[in-house]
C-alpha cells in the first residue's frame, strides 16, 4: 500500500515561477526521498532527507521535512518547461531493516513556456 | 552514465497468455526491486531481491506472477496467465545503500516496460 500523499494532484505554472508540491505520511521514517518521472519513463532520484535533517537543497529544489506533522515539501525556484513531470515523494519506515520504499501518488507538474 | 535496461519497452499481449520482463540492473547493486505503476497511482513494490535471494514478495500475486534473479545479476518477473487488470507499467529498479547507521536506498529505476492486457 502507499505511504505518502502528495499534494496538490496537479499544479500548472508558467516558465519562472515557484513550484511547491507537498507529502504527508503517515508512520516514523528512516528518511524521505523525492523522484522525478517524464512521461512514459522510469523515475529519477531528485533528493533525499534523513530524518534527522530539516532542510535540504540541491541546485534548484529545496526540501523540507517536519517529523513533528509528519510532512516534507519539495520547492523548485525558477522553473522550467523541462521540470513538467510527475514528482513522487518515498518513505522509508523507521527500523526497516530492507529499507523497503513506499512512493504516494504523485503530483504532476506542468511548466508552460 | 550506468543504466538499469529493461526489455521489452512495450508488451500487448490477450488475457490467459503468458509474459516476461527481464532487468538487467547497474553492475555492482545487489538489490534489485520489481514494482508496478498502474497509471496515475505511484510504484509499489512487488518484489525485492538481495542477490539472488527474495527478500520482500509479500505484495506479488504469487499465483500468476513470478521473479527469479539465479545468479544474482539480470532478472526475470512472469505473468501467467496475464488478466486485464494487470495493464500496467513495470519497473526494474537496483540499488546500493548509502552508509550510515540509518543506511537508505536509493533507487535507479530503467525506462519500464509498458504492458497492455486485452
Known amino acids: 500500500s502507499q505511504q505518502g500523499e502528495e499534494d496538490p494532484q496537479a499544479l500548472s505554472i508558467q516558465e519562472g515561477e515557484n513550484a511547491t508540491m507537498n507529502c504527508s505520511y503517515k508512520?516514523?521514517?528512516?528518511?524521505l526521498q523525492w523522484y522525478r518521472q517524464n512521461s512514459g519513463r522510469g523515475l529519477v532520484h531528485l533528493i533525499l532527507?534523513?530524518?534527522?535533517?530539516r532542510e535540504k537543497h540541491s541546485g534548484r529544489l529545496r526540501v523540507t521535512l517536519d517529523t513533528s506533522k509528519k510532512s516534507s515539501s519539495l520547492l523548485i525556484t525558477a522553473s522550467r518547461a523541462a521540470d513538467t513531470a510527475s514528482y513522487f515523494c518515498?518513505?522509508?519506515?523507521?527500523?526497516?531493516?530492507?529499507?523497503?520504499?513506499?512512493f504516494g501518488r504523485g503530483t504532476q507538474l506542468t511548466v508552460w513556456p | 552514465e550506468a543504466e538499469v535496461a529493461q526489455s521489452p519497452r512495450y508488451k500487448i499481449t490477450e488475457k490467459s497468455q503468458a509474459v516476461a520482463f527481464w532487468c538487467d540492473p547497474i553492475?555492482?547493486?545487489?538489490?534489485l526491486y520489481w514494482y508496478r505503476q498502474i497509471l496515475g497511482q505511484g510504484p509499489e513494490l512487488l518484489v525485492q531481491?538481495?542477490?539472488?535471494?527474495?527478500?520482500?514478495d509479500s505484495q506479488l500475486p504469487k499465483d500468476r506472477f513470478s521473479a527469479e534473479r539465479l545468479k544474482g545479476v539480470d532478472s526475470t518477473l512472469k505473468i501467467q496467465p496475464a488478466e486485464l487488470g494487470d495493464s500496467a507499467m513495470y519497473l526494474c529498479?537496483?540499488?546500493?545503500?548509502?552508509?550510515?547507521?540509518?543506511?537508505?536506498?536509493?533507487?535507479?529505476f530503467g525506462a519500464g516496460s509498458r504492458l497492455t492486457v486485452l
Open positions: 508512520t516514523s521514517i528512516n528518511n
Open positions: 532527507i534523513r530524518s534527522n535533517e
Open positions: 518515498a518513505t522509508s519506515d523507521r527500523g526497516s531493516t530492507l529499507g523497503r520504499l513506499y
Open positions: 531481491f538481495q542477490d539472488e535471494s527474495v527478500v520482500d
Open positions: 529498479a537496483s540499488s546500493y545503500r548509502l552508509a550510515g547507521p540509518e543506511g537508505a536506498n536509493v533507487l535507479t
Open positions: 553492475s555492482g547493486h545487489a538489490t
